[in-house]
């Protein structure tokens, strides 16, 4: 299983490069309500970069507060690359930050289809560069309990705000 510490240490990484770069970062979450932020937000110094953390766990929620429009969550399902997107670009406009990032899964123990089955996880990163929001998606499948999944997935929402930030940072 994955360690807090590795996560920890990737946090840190953000939170320092944040600071130095002067960026905001938010995050918008469903299935790991709201690990990712407390994550970025156990960081001392934290509170000069990171803006929000939304836990939209509900479908609701994903509309209400996020803005994701309900015929993308009739047709392509709460757990798909698309709402993925139109969380991370929600909450990246919602909270005037920087960079974002969503993640929206199924951890299990139910909840899984023949098409989505539990471990099934979808992210999407934005950014603001420029006045242009450029935003990439990744649906991945881990596996394990539900403990498990949702902590490799802050792992990897987290890994990739890193290395986005670092891309972002040497061009």
């Not at 946090?11 to 002067?22: C, P």
């Not at 156990?42 to 509309?63: E, L, M, R, T, W």
């Not at 881990?142 to 990739?160: C, D, P, T, W, Y």
Request: glycine content about 8%.
């Amino acid at each position: 299983m994955l360690s807090k510490k590795l996560i920890s240490e990737i946090s840190k990484s953000i939170i320092s490069l944040a600071t130095q770069t002067n960026t905001t970062i938010s995050v918008a979450e469903s299935c790991t309500g709201g690990m990712a932020a407390e994550m970025l937000t156990d960081v001392p110094g934290s509170s000069c970069c990171f803006s929000h953390g939304i836990v939209s766990y509900s479908n609701q929620a994903k509309i209400q507060v996020l803005g994701v429009d309900p015929s993308l969550i009739e047709n392509e399902g709460a757990v798909s690359e698309k709402v993925a997107r139109s969380m991370a670009e929600g909450v990246l406009r919602i909270c005037a930050s920087d960079i974002s990032a969503a993640i929206t899964g199924i951890a299990g123990p139910s909840g899984g289809t023949e098409d989505k089955p539990i471990g099934t996880v979808c992210f999407a990163w934005s950014n603001n560069f420029m006045g242009e929001i450029q935003t990439s998606t990744k649906r991945h499948f881990f596996k394990g309990n539900r403990e498990s999944i949702r902590m490799q997935a802050v792992e990897m929402a987290l890994q990739g705000i890193n290395e986005r930030m670092k891309s972002l940072n040497s061009a």
